[in-house]
Nanobody, 125 residues
């Protein structure tokens, strides 16, 4: 069983950048799909970005394409979410999730069985 710990959240201004980290323990991410989701107050949890560890296949929600980038570090067993040109509407609690085996669609939260505790990201205008 894999445990996930997110870090890197904080308060930034619109236009700034932030990098979130998702570190895994207990197991390596080999053959897992890893996704980032976010949930704003009063809204449902939504998919942000995802990566399949074995193939590095990436998928993004349209709202973050061109601004956010997901990447991995094999040596650290960590997935990152680089967030650039941030907007106030990016404000949410961001969650890292992992799935094994990989299920489709990778944008669906119910296809992920492991979740981190979340990290708050606030973007001021």
């Amino acid at each position: 069983q894999v445990q996930l710990v997110e870090s890197g959240g904080g308060l930034v201004q619109a236009g700034d950048s932030l990098r979130l980290s998702c570190a895994a323990s207990g197991r390596t991410f080999n053959n897992y799909a890893v996704g980032w989701f976010r949930q704003a107050p009063g809204k449902e949890r939504e998919f942000v970005a995802g990566i399949v560890w074995s193939s590095s296949s990436q998928v993004y929600d349209d709202s973050v394409k061109g601004r956010f980038a997901i990447s991995r570090d094999d040596a650290k067993n960590t997935v990152y979410l680089q967030m650039n040109a941030m907007k106030p509407e990016d404000t949410a609690v961001y969650y890292c999730a992992a799935a094994y085996p990989v299920r489709v669609p990778r944008t669906r939260a119910s296809n992920y069985g492991y979740w981190g505790q979340g990290t708050q990201v606030t973007v001021s205008s």
